[in-house]
């Protein structure tokens, strides 16, 4: 039987306790059904799923309520996934400066490097890096968390804003409510593509994580540093150009090894992808602002190529420019 585990805390989410029970629970109903050429295949995955911790007592949530646990760590010799789900910020806005002992980070690294796969919700992606095993890694987390993320565990390779990132059975997603993007995501690993997607349908949400650029309040980036601030004035401004690494390094007077590793060191991102970020950003606001053309829009942002733009905007952003600019302007 697959095994899921729930890591439970103090402070802990509630609506990710029980949101990631709740979802698993849906994989195992039976009158839950695909239709494919009108024949129904009902989908039965059971997995076993434990609310536990390292000494397996109830924990206080985020709200200042009693939640109860089933085990302790300790007595669980197997599991196939383990999620984290995130935390109710302190005042500064901010996951508690130490959520995990000892034995919990040293139970988390024993199981990883047995196969278990490690999941992190918004903040509860700090746990994983309490535990070391985000060291060298590709990760994400919220996108106000980002800069924190980094400073506390400095060997991660944090990216900016990602929806969710699988980096060898290291499975990390931005946003309080992102547990339903990684617990469809395990669902999917452990069970299947169709269960995923049926359990997705069925549960009236999304399967694909989307960037969370579509929520980064415009300038949030640019308020926190200077740097950036003129960096990104150089990418817009450079309209109809084409614009690359060496082309940023010379706008701000810089080698192109200082542009790298100052990038890196802010937003966890090359040259390249932070240009196209930028552009594909711009994009957006063109795509709800203006008539023009997705192949105007291509252009006019230095993208000789239209299917180039296109391709490079459904990476980022999880959807085409046309379907982004319907979805957009049907809210």
Known sequence: MTTIVILCINNALPSGLMGINDLLALSGLHFVQKSEDKALSKIEWNP????????????????????????????IRHCDAVLVPGFIPNEQGHPPLAMTDSKTQSWLRTHYEQGTLMCGSCSGVFVLGEAGILNNRRCTTTWWLHDELKQRFPKTNAVWASGLIDDNGIITAGGP??????????VKRLAGTETAEVVADFSVVDAIPKSQNLYVPEGYQASKSPFLAKAEYAVRKAHYQTMSAPDLAKV???SERTLNRKLKDLTGETPKAFIDGIRVSHACTLLLTTNKSVKEIAFSLGYSDDGVFRRLFKQKMKMAPSVYQQQRNNH
């Open 48 to 75: 076993k799923v434990i609310f536990a911790n390292q000494d397996g007592r109830s924990i206080t949530d985020g709200h200042g309520r009693i939640f109860e646990v089933d085990s302790d760590l300790d007595s």
């Open 177 to 186: 409510l992102s547990w339903v993007n990684i617990t469809l995501h395990i």
């Open 252 to 254: 701000m007077a810089i």
